[in-house]
Every structure is written in structure tokens, then in C-alpha cells.
């Protein structure tokens, strides 16, 4: 344990991930290739950006300058919101690609269900033919429900390899990652400290002075330990390098159930039944 190695995951397909990587949304592009490079230069190995972010062609500048090799580097990127329909989920594919320039990606999700636009069914099933035309070596959804899934699971083949979901103390989704769990879908979790909410909870300071850890250490070894794949963002090196330290260290079972205790059903971001925003 001491060693501090990045755990992995096998995906349904055999895919690894790693379980702890980097998140992009809302570095603005200007500054996302440097961080992207801090991120590698302090060992992590897993970049989750999406089309909405705007900045999947300075990820992959990053990842091309590295000089890591490309199968070291694990990179996720998302179809946007405006592209369900599927000759258009195909052609903005192609722009995600094309902008990456990093050849196939590894992971490629569809980033909201948006149940009062389409049917993410259709959209699913073009997501299974761009997997097969190998523009992604798995794929996956975000921000799917219960019912979502249910549907997906119902009338499509692939089951989805990941659902990348919101998830931190105060919102635990004990109910959803466990069916993702019985589906053989992995959870990754979005917001993973909650955008910082989370930092000044009582419980969780306490927790970080018995571990001699940051608060967001703490939680984030809390994710690990559930199983969760997470990749916090940040552009401050000291934290970069501070949420990649999460390996050296465990929580006592006694500590994981305080940190459970938190749930409050308290979401930061919108709600995937009701959120239907299409960017232009
Ligand atoms: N699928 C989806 O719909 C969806 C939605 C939201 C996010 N995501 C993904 O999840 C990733 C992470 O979520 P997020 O960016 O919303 O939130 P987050 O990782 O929970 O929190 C990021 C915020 O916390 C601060 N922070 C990071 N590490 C810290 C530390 N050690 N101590 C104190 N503050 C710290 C950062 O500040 P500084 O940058 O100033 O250091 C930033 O303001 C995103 O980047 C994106 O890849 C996906």
C-alpha cells in the first residue's frame, strides 16, 4: 500500500482504466495544456475531457508532448448534448477525434440522457457502431438513471462499460451504483469533492486529522475505496500532486461509514431527469 500506485480497473470489455485520473471541465483551453502536463508530470495517466469543454485539442497537444507513449494515457471525451441524433452524433465523433489527434479514444461516453430530447436508445445505438468502427475502445454514458439504463440495457447490445455520474459525501447514489454494480457498469464519479463544497464538513476534518491527510485526500480515498473511478480537477499544482497522493493510505471501515453517513441528497450539479440544455 505504501508504494502509492494509481489502482486499476478492469472494464466489462477488458479495458484498463485507471482508477484516479484528471478532470478538465472548466479549464479554460488557454490553460488546459499545461495543466494537463502538470497532471502527467505528477504520474497521473487518465485525462476526462468532453466536447462541451471545449478543450479536447489542447488534451491531446498534452498528451502528444508528454512524451509518454500514447497507450500509456488514458483518454475519455464525451458527445455533446447537440449531437444525439445519429448522423450527428457521427460527424461531431469525427470533430472529437480530429481534435484529440491522439488516434481512437480510450473511453467515450454519451454525456446526458436529455430524456425530453430524442431517444437515447438511437443515440446508444450510434454509439455501438462508432465502437465497432473503432473510434473508441469502450463506451459508456454519464448521467443516466436507473430507468435509463434500464431502458438501454433492454433494447440495445453493448452494455455501457462506465456510468460517469455525480457523486461526493453528500450525495453518495448508494441506490444507482449499486445497480450500475449489479450490471457489471463501473461508477465514475464527477465532482468528486463536490467543487469544494465538502472541504469544511466537521466529520470530514476530523477524519483528515486522524489520517494526518487534507480533507480532500480524505475523500477522495473514500471514492477509491468504493470503488469509484474519479479524476478531480484542478488547476493548482500543489493540489494536482496532493489528490494524486490517495494510494498511500487507507480508511478504517469505521471511517468509510462516518464519511457515508454524510449523504444528504444534496446534488451540485442539475438533475439528469429534468435537464434537457442543448449548447448552440
Ligand atoms: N459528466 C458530467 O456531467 C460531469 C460534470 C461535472 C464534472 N465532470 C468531470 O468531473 C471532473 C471533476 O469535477 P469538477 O471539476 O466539477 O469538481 P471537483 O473535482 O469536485 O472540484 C474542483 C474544484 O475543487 C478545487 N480543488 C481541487 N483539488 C483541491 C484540493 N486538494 N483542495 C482544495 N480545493 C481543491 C479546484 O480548485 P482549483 O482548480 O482552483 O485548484 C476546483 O475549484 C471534471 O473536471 C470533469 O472531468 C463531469
Not at 176 to 199: C, H, M, Y
Request: charged letters at 25%; glycine letters at 8%; zero cysteines.
Amino acid at each position: 500500500m505504501a508504494d502509492n500506485t494509481i489502482s486499476e480497473i478492469t472494464l466489462n470489455n477488458g479495458v484498463r482504466i485507471p482508477q484516479l485520473g484528471f478532470g478538465v471541465f472548466q479549464i479554460a483551453p488557454a490553460d488546459t495544456k499545461a495543466a494537463v502536463l502538470g497532471a502527467l508530470e505528477a504520474g497521473y495517466r487518465h485525462i476526462d475531457t468532453a466536447q462541451m469543454y471545449g478543450n479536447e485539442r489542447e488534451v491531446g497537444e498534452a498528451v502528444r508532448e508528454s512524451g509518454l507513449d500514447r497507450s500509456e494515457i488514458f483518454v475519455t471525451s464525451k458527445l455533446n448534448n447537440n449531437a444525439h441524433d445519429p448522423a450527428v452524433a457521427r460527424e461531431a465523433t469525427a470533430r472529437s477525434v480530429d481534435a484529440l489527434g491522439i488516434g481512437a479514444m480510450d473511453l467515450y461516453l454519451v454525456h446526458w440522457p436529455m430524456p425530453a430530447v430524442g431517444d437515447y436508445t438511437e443515440t446508444w445505438r450510434a454509439m455501438e457502431k462508432l465502437h465497432a468502427e473503432g473510434q473508441a475502445r469502450a463506451i459508456g454514458v454519464s448521467n443516466f438513471q436507473i430507468g435509463h439504463l434500464e431502458r438501454l440495457l433492454a433494447e440495445t447490445d453493448i452494455v455501457p462499460a462506465v456510468n460517469q455520474i455525480e457523486v461526493h459525501p453528500y450525495l453518495s447514489q448508494v441506490e444507482l451504483r449499486e445497480f450500475n454494480r449489479s450490471k457489471g457498469i463501473e461508477t465514475e464519479a464527477w465532482s468528486p469533492i463536490a467543487q469544494g463544497d465538502v472541504l469544511g464538513d466537521p466529520v470530514l476534518t476530523a477524519i483528515a486529522a486522524e489520517t494526518g491527510r487534507t480533507v480532500a485526500q480524505v475523500v477522495l480515498r473514500w471514492h477509491i475505496q468504493l470503488g469509484n473511478i474519479v479524476f478531480p480537477k484542478s488547476t493548482t499544482p500543489s493540489r494536482i500532486v496532493e489528490n494524486r497522493n490517495i494510494f498511500d493510505f487507507e480508511l478504517t471501515a469505521d471511517q468509510v461509514s462516518r464519511i457515508d453517513a454524510l449523504d444528504a441528497d444534496r446534488r451540485r450539479g442539475p438533475n439528469p431527469d429534468e435537464f434537457n440544455w442543448i449548447p448552440e
